[in-house]
């Protein structure tokens, strides 16, 4: 019997993005967003655009998804989600290598820990431009382009901390909360025109960056608040961004799904 706590079994692609092509936001490194660009190409879609804020690991990137995957059709563009020209910049980057997007997967976030009683304002601002403004500036450019055509999917990357509470995570907390309401509002206008806009809420996903940045008492507490006793791999997260990219969820929009296993 597969041992789900400690080893889980790398799900193979099922060709569910076929012949579709799709865009990544902060999909460089290690993270979930390098995972969900694999995981597209191994779904079957035809080209993928990814993009990030640092530029010498967004090439190692590029390279590393080629190798991998075997596809040729990967392009690379620095993005920085903040700034409304380069989110601008990266959508027609993508419409003209793509010959138009099918799927945008909004990954950009971050976070840090802080009391909020000892939190200035700048770092507030900065988690809530990165995590909810920059998925926003994407989403709203999206649906500008998407329109036209009448079809097209978005999923944003929320949390459970959109739900949950956590010490020191108000910013990250309120930005998440923030993605998932702005799904909810954005699915409604954009299902006018044929376009869903879905959202997954990891629980905790644990990747080489993570365990270099939080201390690791905090990471077996956390581990220890999960069913099977363990964090996701990227890769479970980026199974169920596949399942809301694909025409699997074709009924599906404005909802916010829990890649979650937390004990009560």
Same mark, same amino acid.
């Given at each position: ?17 076929? /012949?579709?092509?799709? !865009? ?75 010959? /138009?997007?099918?799927? !945008? ?55 459970? !901390?959109?739900?949950? +509470? ?15 309401? !702005? ?17 997954? +809420? ?11 940045? +939080? ?38 929009? /404005? ?5 979650? +296993?937390?004990?009560?």
């Amino acid at each position: 019997m597969q041992d789900v706590k400690n080893n889980p079994e790398y799900v193979p692609g099922h060709g569910l993005l076929k /012949g579709k092509s799709v !865009l990544i936001t902060a999909a460089a490194g290690v993270g979930i967003g390098f995972a969900a660009a694999k995981k597209s190409v191994e779904e079957g879609c035809r080209a993928i655009v990814i993009s990030d804020i640092h530029e010498g690991r967004l090439q190692a990137s590029v390279d590393k998804l080629k190798e991998e995957t075997g596809l040729q059709n990967v392009w690379g563009k620095v993005c920085n989600v903040v700034v409304e020209e380069e989110v601008q910049e990266l959508i027609a980057f993508a419409e003209e290598k793509l010959g /138009g997007v099918d799927v !945008l997967i909004n990954n950009a976030g971050m976070g840090t820990s802080k009391l909020l009683i000892e939190m200035e304002d700048p770092e507030w601002n900065k988690v809530i431009d990165v995590t909810l403004n920059g998925t926003m500036r994407m989403t709203r450019h999206m649906m500008k382009v998407m329109k036209p055509r009448g079809t097209g999917v978005i999923v944003n990357n929320a949390s459970v !901390l959109g739900w949950r +509470a956590q010490k020191e995570q108000a910013h990250y907390a309120a930005a998440k909360a923030g993605v998932m309401a !702005l799904t909810r509002c954005a699915a409604l206008e954009a299902a006018d025109f044929g376009v869903r806009i879905n959202a997954v +809420a990891p629980s905790l996903a644990v990747h080489p960056m993570l365990k270099k940045s +939080a201390p690791e008492e905090l990471l077996k507490e956390l581990e220890g608040k999960e069913a099977f006793g363990r964090g996701a791999e990227v890769w479970e997260v980026a199974n169920v961004m596949m399942f809301l990219a694909s025409d699997y969820s074709s009924y599906m929009t /404005g909802e916010i799904l829990a890649v979650s +296993a937390q004990r009560a």
